[in-house]
C-alpha cells in the first residue's frame, strides 16, 4: 500500500524563499509576485495542509477535479482557484461558475462562453491570454501576432476582465535560455499596454524556472512539484 502523501510546509517556505531572493536580485518587491500552488493530482488534504501553512491561491489543470476540490474547501474563506489547464469548449460553464481566474484563454469562442457563462453575482472572471511562443511544441496558446486582436475581444465582453499574459515555455538549459521566452512575454504585455491596455499580470514561471521568470516580470509563479512533490499521477 502507498503512504498518503504529506505536506511539507519547509517546501514552502523554500519557494517562497527562492522567489523572495530572485525579486530581490531583480530589485523588485517580493509581495509583488504572487505564489499559485499548482495541486493538480493531489488531494485535497493535502491542499487543506498547505492553507494551514499561509498559502490561499491554488492552480488546477482539470475542471471537474478543481470543481471537487473547490467543493472541499468551501468551507475555508479567501481562496482564490486559478483554472490553467487546456480549456474545452464542453468545460467552460463548469470553469466559469467555479475558479476565480482562468489562465488559458487563448481564442475567442472560449472567451466569450465564459464571458456569457459567468454568473451575475459573481465577480468578474480574471483571464489571461496564453500565448504560444516560438518554440512552444505544446497545443494551446494564441500566436504573439494574434494576441492583439484577442486582447481587443476579451476586453469587450462583459463577465470577464483581461488582466495579463500567460506562457509555458519548455524546459531549458540554463537561466539565460530560461528568460528568452519570458522576456518575450514580458514585451509583448508592455507592448499591449502601449496601445491602450492596462494589464498588470504576467503567469509565468514554474518548479524549475520560477527565478528566470521573476528576473522578467513574473508577478504570478505557478508552483507544483517543488510545493507538493511529485505527482501521485
Ligand atoms: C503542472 C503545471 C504547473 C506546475 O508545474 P511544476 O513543474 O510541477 O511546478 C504550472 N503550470 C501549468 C500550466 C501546469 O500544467
Known amino acids: 500500500m502507498l503512504t498518503a502523501p504529506q505536506f511539507s510546509p519547509a517546501a514552502l517556505q523554500m519557494v517562497r524563499a527562492r522567489i523572495a531572493r530572485a525579486a530581490e536580485s531583480a530589485g523588485r518587491d517580493p509581495d509583488s509576485v504572487r505564489l499559485l500552488a499548482v495541486s493538480k493530482q493531489q488531494p485535497a488534504a493535502l491542499v487543506r ?3 494551514a501553512a499561509g498559502q490561499t491561491e491554488f492552480g488546477e489543470n ?5 470543481i471537487d476540490k473547490v467543493a472541499a474547501l468551501a468551507d475555508v474563506p479567501g481562496l ?12 467552460t460553464r463548469e470553469v466559469a ?5 482562468v489562465h488559458t484563454v487563448d481564442r475567442e469562442r472560449i472567451a466569450s462562453r465564459l464571458s456569457a457563462q459567468r454568473p451575475r453575482d459573481a465577480a468578474p472572471l480574471q483571464v489571461l491570454l496564453q500565448v504560444r ?6 497545443k494551446g496558446g494564441v500566436a504573439p501576432a494574434e494576441a492583439p486582436a484577442l486582447a481587443a475581444a476579451v476586453t469587450a465582453m462583459p463577465r470577464i476582465r483581461l488582466r495579463g499574459l500567460m506562457c ?6 540554463d537561466l539565460e535560455a530560461q528568460r528568452r521566452p519570458f522576456r518575450r512575454l514580458r514585451e509583448l504585455m508592455e507592448s499591449l499596454n502601449a496601445a491602450g491596455h492596462a494589464l498588470d499580470t504576467l503567469s509565468m514561471g ?10 522578467e516580470g513574473a508577478t504570478i509563479v505557478r508552483v507544483g512539484t517543488a510545493i507538493f512533490g511529485r505527482r501521485p499521477g
Open 97 to 101: 461558475e467555479c475558479f476565480d481566474w
Open 133 to 138: 511562443l516560438a518554440d512552444e511544441p505544446g
Open 49 to 51: 495542509a498547505a492553507v
Open 206 to 215: 514554474m518548479s524549475d524556472d520560477l527565478e528566470a521568470a521573476v528576473l
Open 62 to 66: 482539470y475542471a471537474q477535479e478543481g
Open 168 to 173: 509555458i515555455p519548455p524546459p531549458a538549459a
Open 80 to 91: 482564490a482557484w486559478h483554472f490553467i489547464g487546456q480549456l474545452q469548449g464542453n468545460k
